[in-house]
């Protein structure tokens, strides 16, 4: 019997990637300069929301998404927060709800007026305080509103309630800064990459490290649950410093299931996973390329299907929600790409080439919708329960009920598990030291300054009294 080939039959085969021409792009943004490895945007159906470049504070935009073209450099701003803002996501079940983490250790909630910001807005309708070092990452839970975790430079995640607006949990399992956080579909696991570099498993309402791994082969930088496959996926790098991704079992974190070794570039690779077409997508910050695959159960796991590449680097990439792709289109995902040097951001749709111009149900099945399937009392009481499915055929566009109330609370000491995180601070790193002996510097300098411009007019003053006291008048 002759050799053959063996051929994948897989209807993703041929997903190419779309750029939205220049006027449906959003030009003229000034992106923020920071280095931290996230991405500094957030998307969903109404409003895309940008970290930019700011003076004496952290800001970030918020546009409606039918207003594309160039922004005005004067446009309004949310800037209320007084460190550099690193991390912003929208609430999955209120589309006018943000949050957003700030290097001023708070954690803020922000309610955007419909049709966009008319001017700055400063006032947050919940500010968050229990991190005693700024804070690095904020994420909602998958499954139950107004639940939200926050994870910061002091070492710890924490779990607030919005209803009451507080911290109701506190994850104390790591030994260093947290990179990366991803939900399980039901929320009922947390996956996290630290700076240690160990992958853990954790059940968040107690706090339990169910699996860890620790990783000396492959030094995990980012961490994505593989939907309902009881499987992970990490990017990071190898002992050779090539850029990699493994695949691990959740159950058992001894051994990872493959390593596959991507490219030799430096920039730190995100991890994308669509749970409804099983695909996962990798791009990498400083890269203009994103390469696709498809995520099998069996041997070999992951087939690599195509990549879309681009001259322009990009600094991170929101993503949009399915219920706000085009379906139409046959619109499977949906980047926003931020380009840093043309202050661009360029929507990328991922498409399926199709003739029909029918729905497709074959690549939309049925998809989380935006309507919660626990309150935080009954997640935190410990019920699991799966998302609440939406179709896309009809329907999709229709808008959650739910509307956010802040609640009243004065400021106080942060009591969890009987630890005050306001004064529990971990030992400065050594970043952080040479941050505050170049400030101390500065400082002395600006009062060196300021005593040199007093002994100038003092002299000047001297000099004046004594002009007057030989001039001929006294005489």
């Given at each position: 019997?002759?050799?053959?080939?063996?051929?994948?039959?897989?209807?993703?085969?041929?997903?190419?990637?779309?750029?939205?021409?220049?006027?449906?792009?959003?030009?003229?943004?000034?992106?923020?300069?920071?280095?931290?490895?996230?991405?500094?945007?957030?998307?969903?159906?109404?409003?895309?929301?940008?970290?930019?470049?700011?003076?004496?504070?952290?800001?970030?935009?918020?546009?409606?998404?039918?207003?594309?073209?160039?922004?005005?450099?004067?446009?309004?701003k949310v800037c209320g927060h007084q460190g550099?803002?690193?991390?912003?996501?929208?609430?999955?079940?209120?589309?006018?709800?943000?949050?957003?983490?700030?290097?001023?250790?708070?954690?803020?909630?922000?309610?955007?007026?419909?049709?966009?910001?008319?001017?700055?807005?400063?006032e947050a309708v919940l500010e968050l305080y229990?991190?005693?070092?700024?804070?690095?990452?904020?994420?909602?839970?998958?499954?139950?509103?107004?639940?939200?975790?926050?994870?910061?430079?002091?070492?710890?995640?924490?779990?607030?309630?919005?209803?009451?607006?507080?911290?109701?949990?506190?994850?104390?399992?790591?030994?260093?800064?947290?990179?990366?956080?991803?939900?399980?579909?039901?929320?009922?696991?947390?996956?996290?990459?630290?700076?240690?570099?160990?992958?853990?498993?954790?059940?968040?309402?107690?706090?339990?490290?169910?699996?860890?791994?620790?990783?000396?082969?492959?030094?995990?930088?980012?961490?994505?649950?593989?939907?309902?496959?009881?499987?992970?996926?990490?990017?990071?790098?190898?002992?050779?410093?090539?850029?990699?991704?493994?695949?691990?079992?959740?159950?058992?974190?001894?051994?990872?299931?493959?390593?596959?070794?991507?490219?030799?570039?430096?920039?730190?690779?995100?991890?994308?996973?669509?749970?409804?077409?099983?695909?996962?997508?990798?791009?990498?910050?400083?890269?203009?390329?994103?390469?696709?695959?498809?995520?099998?159960?069996?041997?070999?796991?992951?087939?690599?299907?195509?990549?879309?590449?681009?001259?322009?680097?990009?600094?991170?990439?929101?993503?949009?929600?399915?219920?706000?792709?085009?379906?139409?289109?046959?619109?499977?995902?949906?980047?926003?790409?931020?380009?840093?040097l043309k202050g661009l951001i360029e929507p990328?749709?991922?498409?399926?080439?199709?003739?029909?111009?029918?729905?497709?149900?074959?690549?939309?099945?049925?998809?989380?919708?935006?309507?919660?399937?626990?309150?935080?009392?009954?997640?935190?009481?410990?019920?699991?329960?799966?998302?609440?499915?939406?179709?896309?055929?009809?329907?999709?566009?229709?808008?959650?009920?739910?509307?956010?109330?802040?609640?009243?609370?004065?400021?106080?000491?942060?009591?969890?598990?009987?630890?005050?995180?306001?004064?529990?601070?971990?030992?400065?790193?050594?970043?952080?030291?040479?941050?505050?002996?170049?400030?101390?510097?500065?400082?002395?300098?600006?009062?060196?300054?300021?005593?040199?411009?007093?002994?100038?007019?003092?002299?000047?003053?001297?000099?004046?009294?004594?002009?007057?006291?030989?001039?001929?008048?006294?005489?």
């Open positions: 019997m002759s050799w053959r080939p063996q051929y994948r039959s897989s209807k993703f085969r041929n997903v190419y990637g779309k750029v939205a021409s220049r006027e449906h792009c959003f030009d003229g943004i000034p992106i923020t300069k920071n280095v931290h490895d996230n991405h500094f945007c957030a998307v969903n159906a109404r409003f895309l929301a940008i970290v930019t470049e700011s003076a004496g504070g952290g800001s970030f935009l918020v546009i409606p998404l039918e207003q594309t073209g160039r922004i005005e450099p004067n446009y309004p550099n803002v690193l991390d912003i996501k929208w609430n999955p079940f209120i589309e006018n709800i943000i949050a957003s983490c700030s290097e001023d250790t708070s954690v803020r909630i922000w309610e955007i007026p419909e049709g966009g910001l008319k001017r700055n807005m400063t229990g991190h005693s070092r700024r804070v690095g990452l904020v994420e909602w839970h998958p499954t139950t509103n107004n639940i939200l975790f926050s994870a910061g430079y002091d070492y710890k995640v924490l779990i607030w309630n919005l209803d009451i607006g507080e911290p109701v949990k506190m994850i104390d399992c790591h030994t260093d800064v947290i990179l990366c956080v991803s939900f399980n579909t039901d929320g009922s696991l947390l996956a996290t990459t630290c700076k240690d570099k160990k992958l853990r498993v954790v059940e968040p309402r107690s706090g339990r490290v169910l699996q860890e791994a620790s990783c000396k082969n492959h030094r995990v930088n980012r961490v994505v649950f593989l939907g309902s496959t009881k499987r992970l996926l990490t990017t990071g790098v190898s002992r050779w410093n090539t850029r990699q991704i493994a695949l691990w079992d959740q159950e058992d974190l001894s051994m990872p299931l493959i390593e596959e070794e991507i490219d030799g570039l430096s920039g730190l690779l995100f991890p994308f996973y669509d749970a409804d077409t099983h695909m996962l997508y990798l791009a990498g910050k400083g890269d203009g390329n994103i390469r696709y695959y498809e995520i099998g159960s069996e041997k070999p796991y992951l087939s690599y299907l195509m990549e879309f590449r681009s001259p322009a680097p990009q600094k991170g990439l929101g993503v949009m929600p399915k219920h706000g792709l085009d379906v139409s289109a046959c619109e499977v995902f949906r980047f926003y790409k931020l380009v840093t990328i749709s991922m498409i399926v080439p199709r003739r029909s111009e029918t729905y497709q149900e074959d690549i939309y099945p049925m998809t989380p919708g935006t309507e919660p399937a626990l309150t935080p009392d009954e997640w935190l009481s410990g019920v699991n329960r799966d998302p609440i499915l939406m179709s896309l055929k009809e329907g999709y566009k229709k808008t959650s009920k739910i509307v956010f109330k802040a609640p009243v609370r004065e400021k106080k000491s942060v009591m969890v598990n009987g630890i005050d995180l306001l004064e529990n601070v971990p030992p400065r790193t050594e970043n952080e030291l040479l941050r505050m002996f170049f400030r101390q510097q500065d400082e002395i300098r600006r009062l060196k300054d300021e005593l040199s411009q007093k002994d100038i007019r003092i002299r000047q003053l001297q000099l004046e009294l004594k002009n007057l006291r030989n001039s001929p008048k006294n005489n």
